[in-house]
Structures are given as C-alpha cells and as structure tokens.
C-alpha cells in the first residue's frame, strides 16, 4: 500500500502568485538543497493513466489534461532516497510515499512526508528564493477547489472489478466517521455555514468513473498496476482525506486492507448496497451527530456507523476463519481499535478528539463558539480550521496538540526522522531508495516498476525492472547493494553481464 498526497498551497502576500510555479519552487527548493547530486528524471515509459479497469481504454483526445499523468510537463519532479516521490501535481506539491505492507509503516512514511514538505517550505524563505511559501496537508480552499490525498492498495487481478465496486462503495460512504479530517463550511465552495466530517465529501459527483479531479468517483476505475499487470492490479482510492491524526491514518488503511481481502476471498456476504451512494455520502458527512440513517438497497435503514459495525463483524469472522489463533497482533490491533472507535462514536463522538482529526477539530471549534458567541458563519471559524492544518510546528494547531500531549501517537519522532532518509525494508523502495542513495550519480531516471542507469562506457541507458513489488527488499538484495561499490558493479551482477 501507499499513500499520495497534494499540499495546498499559499504564498505570504502574493494572492495571486502562479500556484505551478510556487509549487515547483517547494520541490526544487528541497531537491536542489537537500539532494545536491545528480538528480534522476522520472520514467513515465510504463505508466498509461487512461486504461480503466471496465475493459476500455479512453481515448488521449476525449481525457482532461489533468488525466495526463504520464507525460513529462518540465515541472519539478525528485525521487528521494526513502523511495519517495516528490513532484508539482495540478499545481500543488505532492509527496508520494513508499510503497509499505502494513498500516503502520504507512503512517510513519506519511509523516515522513509531512516532514520533507516543512524542510522545503522552510528553504524557500531562504536565498536565493527568499520567498515564504506555507504548505497546508488540507483537502480545500474553501473556495471551490479541491486536492487529494489518494491512497493505492495491490490488488489481485483475478478480483472481478464489479465485486469491488459493489462490496467497496458502502465502507468508502461511511468510513469518514473515523478518517474525516473536518470541515467548517458546506458545500464545494463552503458558502454554506455549518461544520461536516469530510474535507472531501461534497466534491463527489458519481459512483464509478475515471477522473479524478472532474467528476470525482466514490470508486476510481484507473488501472494502472505500476507492477505485473498479470498478476496485479493498483487500486487506485482517491476519496479519502488529509489526515494529521495517525490514530486515522492507519484505521484508513488498515481497515481498507482488511476489506480489500475479504473482497479478494469472497468472503463479504453481507448486501450494504446503499440506495443512493452519492447523496450518501454528502449526508453523513453534513451529520457530525451521527444520527443519519442511510437507506439500503434491500430496505434496511443503518446510520453510518451501523454500517461500519456490519464490516467489522466480517472482519472479525474473516480473520478467524482464516488466520484463527495465528492472526498477527498489528491486525488484532486494527480489529480492536476499529471496534473501539466505532463503539464510542455511537456513544459519545466527542470522546474522541486525542483520536480523530475532525473530532478533534470540532472540539476545539466548539470552545471558540463558546467563548466568543461564534455562528458557524464566522471567518475567524475558517481560519481556525485552516490553521490546524498548517505544517508550522509553531503555527499549526495539530501541531500545538501534538506537543500538548493531546493527540494520540503510533510512530516517534526518531522514527520519523529515520524514514525520511531511508526507505522501508520489506518492499521494492528498499532498492529504489539505496540506489538513489548509493549511485545516485549513475540513476539517469526511476519510477515505481524501475530503476535506469547511464553508466561510463555504456551507449544505452540500463533498465532494472521492478515489477514484483515485494522483490528488492533488504533481505532480497542488501547484500547485493552492500557488496557493490558502483553502478557498475551492481548492474553487471543483475544481469550477469
């Protein structure tokens, strides 16, 4: 699994700054000063971001330009040595994590991520840019416009696309009860007053589809693996929020993993099919009481958690049926705490707020309300909210919680620090990154599925593929990298030349 997500943006008294160009300023600010070798060029050969998962291909003349993923603009792009990717996406910066294998690995590369975003921001304040460019990890302007955080989960390709549609559409309405990161506003430009779960919720317009930044679909349908597309397929989600809470972060992918395989096995049988999922969705975001009963398919009125319950005891059937006394403790850990928050948000949501951002969010907003007599259409409401996403340890108000004591943590700060230099150990990124950090010199370009080499003496460039992503791990090749000296070396020993 892995997560991808695009910072909003803004410059210090420039309203009206080109957000392209301050956006490659952040990535080039990082990559110029921070990685001052060679840097690697981004292989777009092997990705093609208009085949759909229905069986079709959209033709280059009928997609948006945002659907272009796989041309080469001349934006700022970086492959870090953690096996990150850190590039300018529709005019914000995005850093894409790793690929990991666990929830919490997940988290701890996120974070790792909100770390490169604060250390370029910071070095554009200083020459020879000397302009102060604040990063938010948010999901909207409140103005109309919407960025993402997507996440991407390995899939089998033997799973009928229609399965997952039909047994993923229910969790993705309703999980925002414990990964919504909050919002005050409603609506996509937040005209109307009032407070909902999801920054993201109300710029959804269809259930299945293509896009991703017109027409955003609960199910997204692009099929491209970034791996043996025999064998696999990416699931490609991109209806989640920014969360700052590592407590949501990893129930947002450990719970998802654990329906993903139950979706595989066949084991969801279980109807949550909901009546209207779109309408759904918008509803149980607008309710932070939780209260709203979503009408299924079959008759059946559940609210949101409700819903979520029904997943939970699959869950829990499933990891007994298939794992029983042997079942690992991270995933009795995700069963525990999905269950736990499930219970207190039926209970008493606000109980919440050291767990989930927009509890926590709300909670503080509420205090505001109190002391000042705030309505939900104050802007001193909106600037709330946007500052507790700023990444600024000394501006942002999850940062203050965090430092308070008053957020619940999975990862340390040590750890995070280790992983914004080194890349996970149990993946391929293990091999992208320790090239990266190694030869860096000689890696003329990288992506997900490969890593290219210019070598001395050589006219070709030299391809690596990586199309297996759990080959290129520590315990696969670190003995390799650690015997080979150069480029040379390590390229001669792979194919044997």
Known sequence: MGIETEYGISVAGQPTVNPMLSSSQ?????????????????????????????????????????????????????????GARLYVDHAHPEYSSPEVTNPRDLVLWDKAGERVMLEASRRTAEPPLSTP???????????GASYGCHENYLMS??????????????????????????????????????????????????????????????INTRDEPHADADKYRRLHVIIGDANLSEIATYLKAGTTALVLSMIEDNFLTVDLTLEHPVSS?????????????LTLKNGRKLTAVQVQMEYLDNARKYVEDRMGSDVDPMTRDVLDRWESVLTRLESDPMSLSRELDWVAKLSLLEQYRERDGLDWSSPKLQLIDLQYSDLRPERGLYRRFVQRGRMERLVTDEEIEAAVHNPPEDTRAYFRGRCLAQYAEHV????????????????SLQRVPTLEPLRGTRAHVGELL????????????ITGG
């Not at 650690?482 to 020993?493: G, P």
């Open 482 to 493: 650690d015997r080979c000296r150069t480029a040379e070396e390590l390229v001669r020993a």
């Open 26 to 82: 952040v990535v080039n600010a990082y990559a110029g000063q921070v990685m001052r070798t060679r840097r690697a060029r981004w292989d777009f050969e092997e990705e093609n971001p208009l085949r759909d998962a229905r069986g079709f291909d959209l033709a280059r003349e009928f997609a948006d330009e945002s659907q272009l993923t796989d041309e080469e603009v001349g934006l700022a792009n970086a492959i870090l040595t953690n």
């Open 281 to 293: 969705l918008h509803e149980v975001s607008h309710d932070p009481s939780l209260k709203h009963l």
């Open 133 to 143: 460019i604040l990063l938010y990890k948010n999901n909207t302007d409140n103005k």
């Open 157 to 218: 390709r033997a799973t009928p696309f229609a399965d997952i549609v039909r047994n993923l559409t229910p969790f993705f309405v309703t999980r925002q009860v414990f990964c919504g990161a909050g919002r005050v506003g409603i609506g996509q430009d937040g005209s109307r007053a009032g407070f909902q779960i999801s920054q993201r919720a109300d710029f959804f317009e269809v259930e299945v589809g293509l896009e991703t930044t017109l027409k955003r679909p609960i």
């Open 444 to 459: 003329a370009a990288a992506s997900w599925d490969s890593v290219i080499f210019d070598l001395p003496g050589h006219e």
